[in-house]
């Protein structure tokens, strides 16, 4: 890419060093190829150039300092050609100096932003430039977050980012996880867990699979019940005590019915064997429980 070629030329003037043309690369040696040379041929290599009335021409600086600032990027071209001048008076030779101020835009993207001239005092030589590329890269400390409205189905909402600062790059929205404020009907009176004098008091709670933030303190204020824990630890025991007599019951009755169906046995065997009769013809009759018997019969009988 050529140099920045500045024309700014005075032609109501009849002073020949008031037509001057200024050309500069703020990262290469303007007249490094003998095109360049033609346009700037000071004799010296230089980053900034200036001509004047087609014929003369000065070096503005060869060695580049770089320094970003809050605000962008300050160039200054040093030890170009010799100045002869300051203030219109004539003084020992010192060097020209270039200074440009590349500004931070974002918005002005182009590879070929517009340079400025701005003044020339006593051989320094000022020029500005605005442009994306002197804007830092963006960091997540450059932007603020606004959150939208909670999704309470997904509950989730959706954080867009916005720079507080002039910086290159931009932040992908994202999302965080929400929940919806809580409303008066959103609690339930519950009782609380026993303390050490035995007294449960009523507190307000949510309501079971509710899901909400209580930031504006909508919980109710009504003030809930008491009770004595021990009377409902009674209740728990009564229940306990009611269970163990109905399994006691149960029992009592399953040792009846054996009981009964032994005897029922007893008696079927000593009429069969009075009347000579097979015990299959008795179906009531279990083949254990005849074996059991007949070894009770036996143990009797020795």
């Not at 060093?17 to 033609?38: G, P």
């Not at 340079?115 to 603020?144: G, H, L, N, Q, V």
Request: charged content about 25%; some cysteine; aromatic content about 8%.
């Amino acid at each position: 890419m050529g140099p920045t070629d500045l024309d700014i030329n005075n032609q109501t003037s009849n002073d020949l060093y008031s037509i001057q043309r200024y050309f500069l690369k703020l990262c290469e040696i303007v007249n490094d190829d003998a095109n360049e040379k033609e346009l700037c041929s000071s004799g010296k290599r230089a980053y900034a150039c200036q001509r004047l009335n087609q014929d003369l021409a000065y070096s503005m600086g060869d060695v580049p300092f770089y320094e970003v600032s809050a605000s962008g990027i300050n160039i200054t071209f040093s030890d170009g050609s010799k100045c002869h001048y300051r203030n219109n008076e004539k003084v020992s030779p010192y060097p020209r100096v270039s200074h440009i101020d590349l500004t931070c835009d974002p918005s002005v993207t182009t590879l070929s932003p517009e340079m400025k001239y701005i003044r020339e005092e006593s051989c320094s030589y000022y020029f500005e430039m605005t442009t994306a590329f002197a804007c830092p890269k963006c960091t997540d400390a450059m932007f603020f977050a606004e959150v939208g409205e909670c999704d309470l189905e997904s509950q989730q909402a959706q954080v867009t980012w916005h720079k507080n600062a002039s910086c290159l790059g931009e932040r992908t929205p994202t999302v965080k996880e929400c929940k919806r404020s809580c409303t008066a009907g959103d609690f339930e009176m519950l009782w609380g867990a026993c303390t050490s004098d035995s007294v449960q008091t009523q507190l307000w709670q949510l309501k079971q699979g509710v899901v909400c933030v209580d930031d504006n303190n909508m919980k109710p204020t009504k003030e809930g019940g008491t009770r004595d824990c021990i009377g409902s630890n009674k209740m728990v025991l009564a229940g306990i005590i009611f269970t163990c007599i109905l399994i006691l019951l149960f029992m009592v009755l399953c040792l009846t019915y054996r009981k009964k169906r032994m005897m029922e046995t007893k008696y079927s065997r000593l009429a069969a064997q009075e009347r000579d009769i097979p015990m299959s013809s008795f179906p009531h009759v279990d083949g254990a429980d005849i074996e059991e018997q007949a070894e009770r019969d036996a143990i009797d009988s020795d």
